[in-house]
Structure formats: structure tokens, C-alpha cells
């Protein structure tokens, strides 16, 4: 049976060092290594149910960004950001001793996947967007602000699941997978009240670019060179279908539409694991 392990690494930041945290599965001494990165306020367990399916092929890495999950909080918040995300991914890829990595990114670990993919002499060969694209909507990003960043505290992890279920479209899961996605961004605090294990202060940036305008990522996209697999939830509003036909129009590019699903994919379905892994060791 396949086992987690965990792993850390100090990283530099504006202000000093902070503690970045990940979870690994499969053979350390595997050379085929897949890093997994999650959406704006999740978490590395995000994707427990993928990695645990690919160890076999692959030692999966699946960092909760700092800020999030078990990694430190930063003390100033305006640091919350792509580079120093971008720092915090290459200090784990050295820690870890890989130089040549596969990539899966939900939403914003999307995101960071097609800026180092883009980057001159990337380590990224296949990479996977989970339902994030060459543009970010502003209606998308005017959501996301209703919600990020609000420290609010509930009497129960059932009141908390609920709350997350309310913004998470995550598509067809068993109570179990709910409770799974739940858990792992929640923490008691001391008086013993859920709140999302998540730093309120990662909101600071991302509300001081409003009003918002749609993020044009294309010179980023237009840049990449590797083959490219988009998972398009068919419901969402962060990639439109519009956004998703362009995409897949790119050469080496390949897409999958995932019915009934908003914003994102919870890649906790079986044929939709079997169709990354296909892509991923074609």
C-alpha cells in the first residue's frame, strides 16, 4: 500500500524565513517526479485521491502554498504573491533533488505551472490545467473577492463544510470526498470554533488590485512549448468555454470537459485520474 509522507523547506522571504510544507507519495527515488499544486485557498490534500492512483508511476509532490494548509504564514501580507509562490516552488524542487518535473495545477497552481513552464530552461515537461486558462475573468475574479479572505467562525465542521459546498462546485463527490476536501482546510481554534486553515491575509493583494479587469495570461500560454492538457469544468466561470476553444486550438494541446462541474475539478473521480494519467505517461 502506498504511503504520504511529509517533507519541509525553509524559504527567503522579505522578511526573513518561512517554513513551506508539502505531502509525498510514491518512491523517493523515482526520477519521474509529478508536483501538484492547489487552487487560491486550498490545500496539498486537495489532491490525496490523484496522487495515491499515480504513485506507482510517479513520487508526487503536493505543497500547500505558503499561507495556506501546514505552511507558515507570512508577516507582511502584501507578499502574498505569484513570485514569491514562484521562490517558495523552486527552493521545494531543489529540497526535493528534482530538476525535471511533470506539473498539475488547479486554478492559481495553474497558473503558477504555465509561469515556470514558460520560464527559459523550465523544468516543467507535461503540464495540466485544471480548469484555469489563458485568461482569468473578471466576473470570476469579482466572485472569488466576495468570499476570500473573510475570517469567519462556525460552530461546527459540518456548518463549515456547508459553507465551503456554497462556493465550490466541485462536481459529483460522495459525502466522504466532501469531508476529505473539508477537513484538510480546517482548524479548531482555541476556542473552539472551524475556520478555513488559510492566512485572512492572502486577500490583502488580491483585493487591492480591484476593480478587476480580466487577467490576459496569453504571452505567458503563448510561450509554452511542452504538451498541454486543459480540464474544463463545463459549468465554470473561471474558464469559459470560450477561453477553454481557444486553448485547445494551440498544437500540442489537448482538453477534456468535465460535465456538471463548476469551478473546479475535485480530480476525485476515476475516469477522470485515468484520463491524466494517460496524458501524463503518453
Given amino acids: 500500500m502506498t504511503t504520504m509522507r511529509e517533507g519541509s523547506v525553509k524559504c527567503l522571504g522579505n522578511r526573513g524565513f518561512h517554513r513551506m510544507r508539502w505531502v509525498e507519495w510514491g518512491d523517493r527515488a523515482n526520477p519521474r517526479v509529478l508536483v501538484c499544486v492547489h487552487g487560491l485557498t486550498r490545500c496539498g490534500r486537495d489532491f490525496d485521491y490523484l496522487a495515491e492512483r499515480l504513485a506507482d508511476d510517479y513520487r508526487v509532490l503536493c505543497p500547500d502554498i505558503v499561507g495556506r494548509g501546514r505552511s507558515d504564514w507570512l508577516a507582511d501580507k502584501n507578499d502574498y504573491g505569484y513570485p514569491q509562490y514562484l521562490s517558495d516552488l523552486a527552493a521545494m524542487l531543489a529540497a526535493a533533488g528534482t530538476e525535471s518535473v511533470d506539473w498539475l495545477g488547479t486554478s492559481m497552481g495553474g497558473i503558477l505551472g504555465m509561469m515556470l513552464a514558460a520560464q527559459p530552461r523550465t523544468p516543467v515537461g507535461r503540464l495540466v490545467l485544471n480548469d484555469v486558462g489563458c485568461v482569468v475573468p473578471k466576473a470570476a475574479l469579482e466572485r472569488i473577492a466576495t468570499y476570500v479572505g473573510r475570517d469567519v467562525a462556525f460552530e461546527s465542521l459540518d456548518a463549515l463544510e456547508a459553507a ?13 470526498q466532501w469531508r476529505h476536501l473539508a477537513i484538510h482546510v480546517a482548524r479548531r481554534d482555541e476556542a473552539g470554533l472551524w475556520r478555513f ?10 483585493k487591492a488590485a480591484a476593480p478587476y479587469a480580466d487577467v490576459d495570461l496569453r504571452p505567458i500560454w503563448q510561450a509554452l512549448r511542452g504538451p498541454v492538457l486543459v480540464l ?15 486553448m485547445v486550438a494551440r498544437p500540442g494541446t489537448e482538453g477534456l470537459v468535465v460535465p456538471d462541474t463548476g469551478h473546479a475539478p475535485a480530480l476525485m473521480d476515476a475516469a477522470l485520474v485515468a484520463a491524466v494519467r494517460s496524458f501524463l505517461l503518453a
Fill in 164 to 176: 465551503m459546498r456554497s462556493v465550490s462546485p466541485f462536481g459529483k463527490l460522495t459525502p466522504a
Fill in 197 to 206: 486553515r488559510y492566512d485572512p491575509g492572502i486577500a490583502v493583494p488580491f
Fill in 232 to 246: 474544463h469544468g463545463e459549468q465554470s466561470d473561471l474558464l469559459t468555454a470560450d477561453i477553454y476553444r481557444e
